[in-house]
T-cell receptor, first 113, second 118 residues
Framework: EDQVTQSPEALRLQEGESSSLNCSYT??????LFWYRQDPGKGPEFLFT???AGEEKEKERLKATLTKKESFLHITAPKPEDSATYLC??????????????FGQGTILTVHP | GAVVSQHPSWVICKSGTSVKIECRSL??????MFWYRQFPKQSLMLMAT?????????EQGVEKDKFLINHASLTLSTLTVTSAHPEDSSFYICSASQLAGGVIETQYFGPGTRLLVL
């Protein structure tokens, strides 16, 4: 069974204080690892897809990296508008579960001005 | 690009009535659409997967006769909550998947529909 564990559950940062969110995963065959951002009362917003170990992707103050066991979402010099819940999910390469995502519980990020 | 809409954004109904939620991919044709449910302070729970023109695949524990899914076209899927009861009150979110360079299907999510059953 695919499993995704995110840590920490909640993270409070001061504006400008860089940090990282962790996503550990167990999957029989990784098809892709996804990062989403979710604001309260809204649907998740797609951020990144990572396909293989060693891959990195960046978008503004966010950088996602992937190893064979975990992924990190690095936030550089965060701003209050970066406050949200960040969700990590994996897609299994297996036949019957094709396209399905297994989500972690999310990390609630709060950036104080 | 990759915009998914849902309608309505919120709905209040009386117990015993049925509610239909629409999910549309606005600027792409979706290979597959998914329906999720999310409880407060919890992550997304997949309810069912649907492909255009075929029956939906429901996750274990999800009542297919209660949550009817119709996927009429490559841009439209509907979820009907039949004979709704207060315990069906929740945040329902759909997603539509699109090939990304032919390598993998990326799911793009709608804004969600908040259902309150009185």
């Amino acid at each position: 069974e695919d499993q995704v564990t995110q840590s920490p559950e909640a993270l409070r940062l001061q504006e400008g204080e860089s940090s990282s969110l962790n996503c550990s995963y167990t999957v029989s065959g990784l098809r892709g690892l996804f990062w989403y951002r979710q604001d309260p009362g809204k649907g998740p917003e797609f951020l990144f897809t990572l396909y293989s170990a060693g891959e990195e992707k960046e978008k503004e103050r966010l950088k996602a990296t992937l190893t064979k066991k975990e992924s990190f979402l690095h936030i550089t010099a965060p701003k209050p508008e970066d406050s949200a819940t960040y969700l990590c999910a994996v897609s299994n390469a297996g036949g019957t579960s094709y396209g399905k995502l297994t989500f972690g519980q999310g990390t609630i990020l709060t950036v104080h001005p | 690009g990759a915009v998914v809409s849902q309608h309505p954004s919120w709905v209040i109904c009386k117990s015993g009535t049925s509610v239909k939620i629409e999910c549309r991919s606005l600027d792409f044709q979706a290979t597959t659409m998914f329906w999720y449910r999310q409880f407060p302070k919890q992550s997304l729970m997949l309810m069912a997967t649907s492909n255009e023109g075929s029956k939906a695949t429901y996750e274990q524990g999800v009542e297919k006769d209660k949550f009817l899914i119709n996927h009429a076209s490559l841009t439209l899927s509907t979820l009907t909550v039949t004979s709704a009861h207060p315990e069906d009150s929740s945040f329902y979110i759909c997603s539509a998947s699109q090939l990304a360079g032919g390598v993998i299907e990326t799911q793009y999510f709608g804004p969600g529909t908040r259902l309150l059953v009185l």
